[in-house]
């Protein structure tokens, strides 16, 4: 199914977030002013506090009232404003003598229907006078206040109405630090994991697709980071493929070129002994010919391959000569006798094996070919022409091993050596499932070629 229909992972974590916010925003609130606030306002735990600082405030008013000497009238008209500031919290001032005792009810007879009395609220904006009716019970408690004319009584604010509406808003001021605790933290971390997600993208535009790509977390952002690093191991493999393919292109160019200076040389000598007519009979110049001919072909061949490989996007298999099964003895001796005659021709001394019993080989042609021009193009140029050449052939029942023995120059001039010739020889060898095996010791170069022979069900 495709991404876009489904509902947004990063979507739904910035909701859930904002909704566990949300709750604990609610519920920090409730705690402090439904549970906190009442508690400390409410329980026996903190009531001294309370009346201590009640007593405190009326003791200041007294003070204050006895020092100036004021009357009723002007303790409650404060008309300079410094009663306020310093009975802060007295809420409510009665004027004249309750007609009862206020901590009890009613004396015993008195019809309380009959009994009227003035209250005075005070309040910062101003006074208002009313008349209570008697059946309303006082709840609060009075203190006496003595003025010059009279006594005044005057009621402390509940702790509850004065510290009630602080509570509450300290608790919204919670309720909002939690909500932003839980939601804050999640909104900064999306840009930054953006930043960082375009940080690491900075480094692999600057040119090191070595680095990788890892964004955490099971979101949209980390599923992008993930699609980038696909991207990125993509594009290291493809590259790693183009430089495969290159360096084997320029391998098998360079192996092929070398290859085709041995068929070349050797149709340069063909032609030659045709041209200034070196030749002894007329069998000897159609031996040479043909010769001249299959030289030809064969850097025919070569030449084709070279230009394919130049091809970088070309297949590899297009290259190479599919193997076949052929017979082993034909083509091991008539190859190995031409290459042999050629070294006799040029005044080395050396017989080709012979092979007394017929095998097959599963091999390309072409391959054997080559490996046998680079072996004795060696041979030629490495080899001391003063001592014999020994080539051996050795046959088991599942293999057929040459041995080639040549004393080497003293000090061989090897300035025209590319050091393609002994790898070369190896490859093609593992490509026909043999092998090639190398020793210089003593002076004496030893060659041994091992090839496994076809029993007619696959490749040995």
């Known amino acids: 199914m495709d991404k876009k229909h489904h509902f947004s992972r990063l979507g739904a974590r910035l909701v859930g977030v904002s ?76 004027v004249g003598n309750p007609p009862f005792d206020i901590s009890s009810a009613a004396p015993t007879g008195t019809n309380r229907d009959d009994i009227n009395y003035s209250l005075t609220w005070e309040y910062k904006t101003g006074v208002v006078a009313t008349s209570v ?36 808003i300290t608790g919204l001021a919670l309720a909002l630090l939690g909500f932003c605790a839980v939601v804050i933290p999640s909104i900064i971390r999306l840009p930054r994991r953006i930043v960082e997600l375009s940080r690491e993208t900075g480094v692999l535009m600057a040119g090191d697709l070595e680095h990788p ?78 010769l001249a001919s299959e030289k030809a072909a064969q850097i025919k061949a070569l030449t084709d ?30 190859l190995l006798t031409e290459q042999c005659d050629d070294l006799r021709r040029e005044g080395f001394d050396v017989e080709p094996p012979v092979f007394f019993h017929d095998f097959s080989l599963y091999l390309s042609t072409a391959d054997v070919v080559r490996i046998f021009d680079n072996l ?41 050596s590319h050091g393609l010739g002994i790898p070369t020889v190896r490859e093609l060898m593992a490509r026909s499932g043999g092998t090639l095996e190398v020793r210089l010791g003593d002076g004496v170069y030893r060659s041994m070629l091992t090839f496994p022979k076809y029993r007619g069900t696959g490749k040995m």
């Not at 200034?276 to 000897?284: A, G, V």
């Not at 000569?321 to 001796?333: I, K």
Request: net charge negative; charged share 20%.
């Open 133 to 168: 009716n008697p059946s309303v019970e006082i709840l609060m408690e009075l203190y006496q206040i003595q003025c010059a004319d009279g006594v005044l009584y005057v009621s402390n604010t509940p702790a509850a109405v004065r510290y009630g509406g602080l509570g509450r």
């Open 376 to 416: 004795f193009s060696n041979l030629r140029k490495y080899a001391d022409p003063a001592i014999p050449v020994h080539i051996q052939a050795e046959e088991s029942q599942e293999t057929v091993v040459l041995r080639i023995e040549n004393r080497a120059l003293p000090a061989p001039d090897r300035a025209d």
């Open 213 to 290: 790509i890892h964004i955490k977390g099971r979101d949209e952002l980390s599923e992008l980071g993930e699609d980038i690093e696909r991207l990125r191991r993509s594009v290291l493999a493809r590259i790693a493929g183009e430089r495969a393919a290159v360096a084997a292109n320029s391998h098998l160019t360079s192996s092929l070129s070398h290859d085709l200076r041995t068929p070349l040389t050797k149709l340069t000598g063909y032609l030659d002994i045709l041209n200034y007519q070196r030749y002894q009979t007329q069998s000897e110049h159609d031996e040479f010919l043909r």
């Open 19 to 94: 909704v566990l916010g949300l709750a604990l925003a609610f519920a920090i609130f409730y705690l402090v002013d439904s549970v906190a606030v009442p508690w400390f306002l409410h329980s026996e735990q903190f009531a001294p506090l309370w009346q201590l600082r009640d007593k405190a405030t009326v003791q200041a008013y007294q003070d204050y009232v006895t020092e100036r000497g004021l009357t009723v009238q002007q303790a409650t008209s404060d008309e300079d404003g410094q009663l306020n500031r310093i009975s802060a919290g007295l809420y409510i001032i009665m």
């Open 305 to 334: 391959q070279l230009f394919a490989s130049a091809q970088v996007d070309a297949p590899m298999s297009g290259l190479e000569q599919p193997p076949e099964a052929v017979d082993g003895a034909a083509l091991l001796g008539q």
